[in-house]
């Protein structure tokens, strides 16, 4: 059972370069979220899945697109990235009746030169 | 809208003093909280949760918290720090349904020896 997974652990882009992270989970969950973590921000909620098939924005939806393939998968895609985009990006997972507990991955480190 | 502030961005305590970190939220009907610890490059693992009931809640690594709904905080405690317990700590706070947690910026706790 290895809970919430992310690729890669770290990127480097060029400004203008675009890349998908993916993210993916083995514990059955329905929910799952994007977050970024900067410096003396904490985390803020990029887009989220409440369940396979939709998906809906967060706090700084901004220059972003996701997709929940299926149930596990949850990618988030960067069609052109900025430098203001250099960040940790975190995916989380959850399930209904488990008191809105979350499941995180280890995290992609992102920097956009 | 809800949200989340942590006043103590940096905590310096000594090894084997307590602690108490602090944390107020604003939520317009009962929150669901949260205490995530993050080791330097590491995600985020769960202290403790609130949801309903007891307002003290026991945590792992012998945290604990307090609701006080009067006064809009969930401070965490520990009586006897270590030097393992040196990371940063995030409360969060989120609704009953699928959306996403919203986190404080963080506090940073230093362990002196």
């Known amino acids: 059972n290895a809970g919430v997974t992310q690729t890669p652990k770290f990127q480097v882009l060029k400004t203008g370069q675009s890349m998908t992270l993916q993210c993916a989970q083995d514990?059955?969950?329905?929910?799952m979220y994007w977050y970024r973590q900067d410096p003396g921000m904490g985390l803020r909620l990029i887009y989220y899945s409440a369940s396979e098939g939709t998906t809906d924005k967060g706090e700084v939806p901004n220059g972003y697109n996701v997709s929940r393939l299926n149930k596990r998968e949850f990618s988030l895609r960067l069609e052109s990235a900025a430098p203001s985009q250099t960040s940790v990006y975190f995916c989380?997972?959850?399930?209904?009746?488990?008191?809105?507990?979350?499941?995180f991955g280890p995290g992609t480190r992102l920097t956009v030169l | 809208a809800q949200s989340v502030t942590q006043p103590d961005i940096h905590i310096t305590v000594s090894e084997g003093a307590s602690l108490e970190l602090r944390c107020n939220y604003s939520y317009g009907a009962t929150p669901y909280l949260f205490w995530y610890v993050q080791s330097p490059g590491q995600g985020l693992q769960l202290l403790l949760k609130y949801f309903s009931g007891d307002t003290l809640v026991q945590g792992i690594k012998g945290f604990e918290a307090e609701f006080k709904r009067s006064q809009s905080s969930f401070n965490l405690r520990k009586p006897s720090v270590h030097w393992s317990d040196a990371a940063e700590y995030f409360c969060?706070?989120?609704?009953?349904?699928?959306?996403?947690?919203?986190f404080g910026k963080g506090t940073h706790l230093i362990i002196q020896p």
């Open positions: 989380a997972s959850r399930n209904l009746g488990q008191n809105n507990e979350q499941f």
């Open positions: 969060a706070v989120g609704a009953g349904g699928a959306d996403g947690l919203t």
């Open positions: 514990m059955n969950h329905n929910s």
